[in-house]
């Protein structure tokens, strides 16, 4: 959780909305029901401009405001690669999980470490279970991709353009600048796919290489005493991790920008021949 926020917190609705708060203002308005009497407003309005003027700005209570929403925000991660890792064909749940049985393993076998050497551990426990969630938006990713490549026909794609442009010279002035766009718009696809294609081998080749370091990791906790041996691997591992998931917002990017990537589809390809993020 971090220390201090970016911004976008709003103390002041916080400390409005917290619950304890809620229940101080719901008193007060049942005394004022039950004694018939104004007096409990006013002195619970009187409380509650106190209490929004100091609680806001208390730097513990601005603590506790950010761990609700590091909480929150760790529920819907939680969430969303849930619905990746369901989203994922049998094989891909069983990849991910020999790679989970690989962490697990190097957890165990790190427990052994003495007390002094525990504030390592933690830091590789948060790497492990970070890199295990950038493996599971991978292979989402590579999912998609092979779906995408999968649905479409490159060959159709090239023989379109070629085929309009072999008419082109032919055709009246406002057929041709029609067709010169279409021909634009097939080129773009063309070029997407190819990336698209070269992407999913990029992510590939890097899940690989985190089930690769992983193992050799566990392989070294067997008889490894000093987890700062491990702490190149784990890093350069992430940093790796985190160029390739970056490449993979770019291309997905490509489509959401895109509006037109699928005109000049196959007829037959189901509807849905795009990567969603």
Same mark, same amino acid.
């Given at each position: 959780m971090p220390d201090r926020d970016d911004g976008q917190i709003d103390y002041l609705k916080a400390?409005?909305?917290?619950?304890?708060?809620?229940?101080?203002?719901?008193?007060?308005?049942? !005394? %004022?029901?039950?004694?018939?009497?104004?007096?409990? @407003?006013? @002195?619970?309005?009187?409380?509650?401009?106190?209490?929004?003027?100091?609680?806001p700005n208390n730097s513990?209570?601005?603590?506790?405001?950010? *761990?609700?929403?590091?909480?929150?925000?760790?529920?819907?991660?939680?969430? *969303?690669?849930?619905?990746? !890792?369901?989203?994922? #064909?049998?094989?891909?749940?069983?990849? !991910?999980?020999?790679? $989970?049985?690989?962490?697990?393993?190097?957890?165990?076998?790190?427990k052994r470490l003495t007390s002094t050497s525990q504030m390592f551990v933690d830091q590789m426990e948060s790497k492990l279970e970070g890199l295990s969630q950038s493996y599971v938006r991978l292979l989402n990713a590579a999912f998609h991709h092979r779906e995408y490549l999968r649905n479409i026909n490159r060959d159709n794609i090239n023989k379109e353009s070629t085929q309009l442009q072999k008419d082109l010279e032919h055709e009246p002035p406002k057929v041709q600048e029609i067709n010169r766009k279409r021909i634009e718009i097939l080129a773009k696809r063309l070029d997407k796919y190819d990336k698209i294609k070269e992407n999913c081998q990029v992510i590939d080749a890097q899940c690989a290489a985190v089930e690769d370091v992983l193992n050799?990791?566990?392989?070294? *906790?067997?008889?490894?005493? $000093? #987890?700062?041996?491990? %702490?190149?691997?784990? $890093?350069g591992l992430v940093k790796d991790v985190e160029q390739t998931e970056e490449t993979v917002r770019e291309v997905e990017s490509i489509f959401e920008l895109s509006p037109l990537a699928d005109v000049g589809a196959d007829p037959a390809a189901p509807s849905r021949n795009r990567i969603s993020n």
């Amino acid at each position: 959780m971090p220390d201090r926020d970016d911004g976008q917190i709003d103390y002041l609705k916080a400390a409005f909305h917290w619950q304890y708060n809620k229940i101080m203002l719901a008193g007060a308005l049942a !005394f %004022a029901g039950v004694s018939l009497s104004a007096l409990p @407003l006013l @002195l619970g309005a009187g409380i509650e401009l106190i209490y929004l003027a100091t609680v806001p700005n208390n730097s513990r209570f601005q603590r506790l405001v950010r *761990s609700w929403r590091y909480e929150d925000e760790k529920r819907q991660r939680e969430r *969303s690669l849930s619905v990746m !890792f369901y989203e994922l #064909p049998p094989e891909m749940r069983a990849r !991910f999980a020999g790679l $989970d049985n690989t962490c697990r393993a190097i957890r165990e076998n790190y427990k052994r470490l003495t007390s002094t050497s525990q504030m390592f551990v933690d830091q590789m426990e948060s790497k492990l279970e970070g890199l295990s969630q950038s493996y599971v938006r991978l292979l989402n990713a590579a999912f998609h991709h092979r779906e995408y490549l999968r649905n479409i026909n490159r060959d159709n794609i090239n023989k379109e353009s070629t085929q309009l442009q072999k008419d082109l010279e032919h055709e009246p002035p406002k057929v041709q600048e029609i067709n010169r766009k279409r021909i634009e718009i097939l080129a773009k696809r063309l070029d997407k796919y190819d990336k698209i294609k070269e992407n999913c081998q990029v992510i590939d080749a890097q899940c690989a290489a985190v089930e690769d370091v992983l193992n050799l990791i566990r392989d070294q *906790s067997v008889t490894m005493h $000093d #987890p700062e041996q491990i %702490a190149a691997h784990l $890093d350069g591992l992430v940093k790796d991790v985190e160029q390739t998931e970056e490449t993979v917002r770019e291309v997905e990017s490509i489509f959401e920008l895109s509006p037109l990537a699928d005109v000049g589809a196959d007829p037959a390809a189901p509807s849905r021949n795009r990567i969603s993020n």
